[in-house]
C-alpha cells in the first residue's frame, strides 16, 4: 500500500450495488469527515459518476480496478487516467495486466489480486490490500454481501449468480476481521 | 404493522436505532448511548433486550422513547426479568404477541402493546418447555418501523453479513446453512432489502 494512506484509520469501500446511487450524498459525507480516511473505490464506481466532487477532496484516493484489461479496454483506460486526474489518487493494479497498465506512470502499483480465485471481487482485494491501521470499514453498493441483491447501479436488472460466491468471500473476510468496525450503507 | 397509532410519541421521532443480539453489539455500546444522547428524537428499537440488559443504568439517564420487541416473550419462561428491566426505563414500550393476561404477571400493561407477527417465524422447540420464534423478532421490528423514519441504524445483526450465526451470550457458533439458522437469514435479508428501497440504512457489525 502507498504511504500516503499511512494515516488513515478509516476507509470508505465503494462497490457497484444498487444503493450506491442513493447513498452518493453519504459517501461524501464520510469522506469530508475529519477522522482520516481512504477512499478504495472499486471499478471507478464513484469517480464516474461525481468526479468533480472528488476533485475537492484532499484525502488518498486508490482505484481498484476488477480485472483491468479483460473488458472494454478504451473504456477502462480512460476511466482509469480519469481517475489518476484526482488529487492523492493511485491505481492499484492486478499483476497479471502489469503489461497494458505500465506506461499509466508512477501512480500505478502492482499486487497480486488472483487470491480471490474466479469470482474475482475487487470489493474483495479492496479488503486484502487495507493497511493494518483501518479500523474501521464503510462499505457502499455492496448490498449483494448484505441483502443478496445482485443488481448493479449500471444496469437495475442485471443478475449475475457468481455475485454470491464474491459475496460469500467478503462475509468470511468479514467473520475473520471482528475487531474492525464494518458500516454497511444500504 | 403501523405502531404510531398505539404508540403516538413515536410520530415524532426521526430515527430508528435497532439493537439486535450478535456479538458485535458489545463492540458499539457506547456509541449507540452517544447517538441516543445526541438525537433525543431517536427511538430505540431493543430486540429481545440484548442491548438493554447490558446498558440498563445508562439508559436509565436517556428519555428517548424505548420499544422492546420480541417474539419470545411469554411463550416460555425467557426474557421475564429482562423486559421487566426494560419496562421500568423512562419512556419504554413494549411489543409482542403474547396475550395481555400473560404479559401482565411481568410488567403493568398500560404500555403494552400486541401485535400477531408480521413475518411467519418459525416456532422451534430448544429444550424441554422452552420455545423459540427463531428468527422473528429481529424482522418483527423491522416491520414496525414507521413509514415517515426515514433513517435506521442497526447494530448487532451480525449473522446478515457473516457465514455464521453466534449471540453475544455466547455458546458455539453454528453454521448458518441449514434448518432454523438457515430460515433465519432468510427471513431477514428480503426484510431489511424491502426497508432499503425506502429508507437510509446503515448495518454495523
Known sequence: ?186 | MDLTNQIPILRRCTSIILTAGGPSLSKFADEIIEKLAANPLACLFDVNQHFSRRALTKLKELDNLKIGFSMDLGMAPVLEKESADFMALPNAWYVARAPVEIVSKLFPTDRYVQVPSAFNAEIVQKSEGVLNGLGGSLSYAYSAIPDHIEVVDIYGADSIVSPEIRSIEGGPQIEATTGSYKFYREVNRPGLKFLSEYKYITLHV
Request: charged share 20%; glycine share 8%; proline share 5%.
Open chain 1, 1 to 186: 500500500m502507498t504511504e500516503s494512506s499511512g494515516h488513515c484509520t478509516r476507509a470508505v469501500v465503494v462497490g457497484g450495488g444498487a444503493s450506491l446511487w442513493k447513498n452518493i450524498p453519504r459517501i461524501l459525507e464520510a469522506m469530508s469527515s475529519p477522522v482520516r480516511t481512504a477512499l478504495f473505490d472499486i471499478n471507478a464506481n464513484l469517480d464516474r459518476r461525481c468526479h468533480s466532487q472528488l476533485l475537492r477532496l484532499p484525502c488518498p484516493k486508490f482505484l481498484v480496478y476488477r480485472a483491468f484489461g479483460t473488458g472494454e479496454f478504451g473504456v477502462e483506460y480512460d476511466r482509469v487516467k480519469r481517475f489518476l486526474t484526482l488529487p492523492d489518487s493511485t491505481f492499484l493494479c492486478n499483476v497479471q495486466t502489469r503489461s497494458m497498465a505500465g506506461h499509466l506512470g508512477d501512480r500505478v502499483k502492482f499486487y497480486d489480486l488472483s487470491g480471490s480465485g474466479p469470482s474475482f471481487s475487487g470489493v474483495y482485494a479492496a479488503l486484502t490490500l487495507l493497511p493494518k491501521e483501518i479500523n474501521e470499514i464503510h462499505l457502499f453498493g455492496c448490498d449483494a454481501v448484505t441483502v443478496g441483491d445482485c443488481r448493479s447501479a449500471d444496469h437495475y436488472h442485471f443478475h449475475n449468480p457468481t455475485y454470491s460466491g464474491k459475496a460469500v468471500l467478503i462475509r468470511k473476510w468479514i467473520s475473520e476481521h471482528p475487531d474492525i468496525r464494518w458500516r454497511f450503507y444500504l
